[in-house]
């Protein structure tokens, strides 16, 4: 997308929530990516670091994505989203800032949201409630908490979510799906699209996105990974990063350039 940009500063209401109220931590190497065990402590360690660079990443794609594909989102005046593996929720809310400034017809979103992390998903809530109070949109948050250990959790997902979303998220999730051993040996990304797909609406759209490291559970490359499920699951990759990965800075009052590098795919159902 050549209107993409990769680089913004976090707002100042949502930097001063982070960390001065809920008492986000910042730390640049964060190593593990086994969130579902992590406590409170290393949850707020988490949303200091990825929070910012999650709301940055869809903030920016989204809002290049709604910009050059206005006629085919300009009639919309509600959206349902779904997200697999929220966390603490970056990518939802930069996606919401992305609709409010590019989509202005788009009064009311519900957000369905699932995590297999308490902590996570509490200040997930926490930082709903306060978004609430800086964007015009009228929103709805549905949070669940979630495990997934085989296909057979996805079943039973399937019967507890809306059955047809016009966005689809799932953002630096499967990397732990990959790192546990769930579904393998089948491909994580290709079992992920077969579960999505037929939830997502005609003419709505999946973003897909992950860390690009060596996972050695898979022995393979993550992007790798995820093209070569994406393929087996017949998707239609509409837009996708150049080379093997994107890089994204945010400045926040913790660090002033917070470098992120993802593989992301924007996935399309005609």
Known sequence: MENLATHLRLPAWLDTLLFDRLGARYHRA????????????????YLGTYFPRSYAEARCLFTAWFGSHAAAWRERTSLRVFDFGCGTGGEVFGLLDAVARCLPDVREVAV????????????????GEAFAAHTSLRFRLHPLAFTVDDA???????DNI????????SCKAVCELVSRGVFA????????????????EAGGLMLLADV?????????????????????????????????????TVAHSRQARDVSKIAWRFITKP
Do not use: K
């Open 30 to 45: 964060r190593t593990g990516m086994n969130v579902i065990d992590w406590d409170r402590d290393d949850v707020r360690s």
């Open 152 to 158: 057979a959790d996805l079943r039973v997902l399937g």
């Open 162 to 169: 809306a059955p047809a979303s016009d966005l689809v998220l």
């Open 185 to 200: 040996p089948e491909n994580a990304y290709a079992c992920l699209a077969r579960f999505c797909l037929p939830r997502l």
């Open 112 to 127: 369905a949201a699932t995590d297999g992390n308490h902590h996570a998903l509490r200040l997930f809530e926490r930082v």
């Open 212 to 248: 690009t490291t060596y996972n050695p559970t898979a022995q393979a490359w993550l992007p790798d990974l995820m093209d070569a499920g994406l393929a087996e699951a017949g998707c239609t990759v509409a837009a996708r990063n150049a080379g093997f990965n994107q890089t994204f």
